[in-house]
């Protein structure tokens, strides 16, 4: 049986949600614009309105909605996640007042499943409590889809792991209370077993930020960079600041970014369906050539693409976070690839004509429209690019098929008719056929 409805009860918590993210989410997002603003523990403005709101989102039993009960989340299980999601997609500041911003749930992610209990008490509780952001530091500036080009590296000295070289889009390093970097440790392990994952408080010292790299809905000369470009120079750690085992680094990894995927598509989901309703609007209030801007072909084109692509795109998801939920661990990982890809590609389109039927407002910083333009070929790059998710889909897919036994594909008409003909020979020769 194929179920497409949601419980009354949870759908009362999706109405609440829904009217919290307007009234009380979306004036954060005019007051405090800029990208890295909900990270911005420091601003004591941003942090007084913030407080209350998240006192709310608890007694509604709503914080932190992507753990599990032992983690002091709800454990209400992707599906139900991916539509509270839709929801906290629809604004920049919600994920932050709900307790599911990332970078940091997947860094809690991975500190619930490799911490040891020190580390759990010391990064994962302040943490979870949204006291502290985090900052999970991979990517290398000489290239970061490819892990085994990394050479950022930590060697043992005594009891110390010393830290040297560099790390590039460390997402909001410059707020962060601890950096989770992966680094090098056996350079001649295989491939995936030369890295490990080893956790640095901010103040240690020799980790220098060589600059905030403003990406392009951010402002440069305003210093308004989210995206870490950080040198660890001879930063020491204790042996036992590594998360996981030697050699696990590359697995650590992979347990948060699945994750980060999926949810990342979850909020897609509610951007583009914001960015359609402001389309529609747009239709059915702007008049050219003596009629609405819905009443031209072209314009119910952009309305029924759009509608049609994010509806395909809604159940690839909604059915991606019930196989999450209902098969083993790792069934949808296929899935999540093929999110990832079309997460990009969807919100790409859907802002385009959004900004497109805005006319020149739509360019302007008038409307939430330019800066989530603006944001789309991010989402193709954050997380793998699409081409190694392509990739990653297209290998799956062939895995089940075979070579054709001959000549011809096995649809080779000509060929299978000729099995048919043989089948019922008898009856087609009776027949004079
Ligand atoms: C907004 C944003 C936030 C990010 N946050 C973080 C973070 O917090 N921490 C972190 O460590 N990293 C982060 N990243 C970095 C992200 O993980 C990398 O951008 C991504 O892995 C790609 O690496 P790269 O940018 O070096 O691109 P490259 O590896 O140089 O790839 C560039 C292009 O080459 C092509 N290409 C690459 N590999 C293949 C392949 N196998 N097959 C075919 N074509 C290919 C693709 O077109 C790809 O887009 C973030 C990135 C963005 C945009």
Redesign the pocket.
């Known amino acids: 049986m194929w179920e497409f409805f949601t419980e009354p009860e949870f759908q009362e918590k999706l109405d609440w949600m829904t009217a919290f993210v307007r009234d009380e989410c979306e004036p954060l997002d005019l007051l405090f614009p800029r990208p890295g603003d909900p990270y911005d523990v420091h601003n004591k403005a941003s942090r007084a309105i913030l407080a209350p709101l998240r006192e709310k989102v608890k007694e509604q039993g709503l914080w932190a909605c992507h753990l599990g009960p032992e983690l002091g989340g709800q454990g209400y299980g992707q599906l139900k996640l991916a539509l509270m999601n839709e929801i906290l997609g629809r604004s920049g500041w919600a994920p932050t007042v709900f307790g599911t911003a990332a ?1 940091d749930t997947g860094n809690a992610e991975i500190l619930a499943l490799y911490g040891t209990e020190e580390q759990k008490a010391r990064y994962l509780q302040p943490l979870l409590e949204g006291n502290i952001v985090s ?5 290398e500036p000489q ?4 892990p085994k080009e990394f050479v950022c590296k930590a060697t043992k000295d005594g009891d110390e792991w010393v830290i040297d070289g560099e ?5 909001h390093a410059r707020y962060a209370s601890f950096f989770i970097v992966m680094v090098v440790t056996d350079p001649d392990a295989k491939p995936y077993e030369r890295m490990s994952m080893l956790i640095v408080p901010a103040e240690t010292p020799g980790i220098e930020i060589i600059r905030n790299v403003a ?1 392009m809905n951010e402002r440069d000369d305003m210093d308004e960079g989210t ?1 870490g470009y950080i040198r660890y120079n001879q930063v020491r750690v204790p042996l036992d600041a590594m998360l996981g085992g030697p050699g696990e680094g590359f697995k650590v990894a992979q347990a948060r970014l699945g994750g980060g995927r999926v949810h990342h598509a979850m909020r897609v989901v509610g951007k583009c369906q914001r960015a359609f309703d402001m389309m529609c609007e747009r239709a059915v209030s702007r008049r050219t050539q003596g009629k609405l801007l819905a009443e031209h072909q072209f314009v119910q084109g952009f309305i029924a693409d759009s509608a049609i692509q994010l509806q395909q795109f809604r159940l690839l998801v909604l059915q991606t976070a019930w196989i999450i939920d209902n098969r083993p661990h790792g069934a949808a990982r296929t899935h999540i690839a093929m999110c990832k890809v079309a997460l990009a590609a969807v919100l790409h389109d859907v802002l385009q004509r959004a900004v497109q039927l805005h006319g020149s407002l739509g360019t302007t910083q008038e409307t939430p429209l330019g800066p989530w333009w603006a944001y789309a070929p ?1 989402l ?9 998710h392509k ?1 990653a889909v297209a290998k799956q897919m062939l895995r089940g098929y075979q070579p054709a036994p001959g000549l011809f594909p096995t649809e080779h008409i000509p060929t299978r008719r000729a099995a048919a003909r043989a089948r019922y020979a008898a009856i087609l020769e009776e027949h004079d056929l």
């Open positions: 970078p900052t999970f530091s991979m990517t290239g970061g889809s490819d790390k590039w889009f460390s997402s990406t995206e991010q193709a790059l954050a997380d793998g690019p699409t081409e190694v990739a």
